[in-house]
C-alpha cells in the first residue's frame, strides 16, 4: 500500500479480519473438486467529522457476489430490510 494512510488502513483491515473471527462470519471448509471459489476484495471509507477531517478509517472485505449463479452457488438470497423505528422518524406513520 503505498496511500500516505496506509498505516491506517493496515490497521482498520486487521480491525475488520478480528471482527469477522469474534463473530464466526465463516467457516473454513475444503474447497469441493471442480469448484471455483468466489473472490473478494477491500473496500476503504473515510469516515469525515461535521469539519471535514477524517475520524475513521473504515475497510469492508467483500465478496465478488456478481460472479455467483443461482441454483449452483447459491439457493435463496437475503435483503435486510430496517425496521421503520430505526429509522428515528418522530411523526406519526400517515404523514410519510
Not at 56 to 74: N, S
Request: with cysteine; aromatic share 12%; proline share 4%.
Amino acid at each position: 500500500m503505498e496511500d500516505v494512510d496506509s498505516r491506517h488502513w493496515q490497521k482498520a483491515m486487521q480491525s475488520e479480519i478480528e471482527s469477522m473471527f469474534d463473530n464466526k462470519v465463516w467457516s473454513l471448509v475444503d474447497l469441493p473438486k471442480g469448484i471455483k471459489p468466489i473472490g473478494c476484495k477491500w473496500v476503504y471509507k473515510r469516515k469525515r467529522g461535521m469539519d471535514g477531517k477524517v475520524e475513521t478509517f473504515k475497510a469492508r472485505l467483500v465478496a465478488k457476489g456478481y460472479t455467483q449463479k443461482e441454483g449452483i452457488d447459491y439457493e435463496e438470497t437475503f435483503s435486510p430490510v430496517a425496521m421503520l423505528k430505526s429509522l428515528g422518524y418522530s411523526y406519526p406513520l400517515q404523514h410519510l
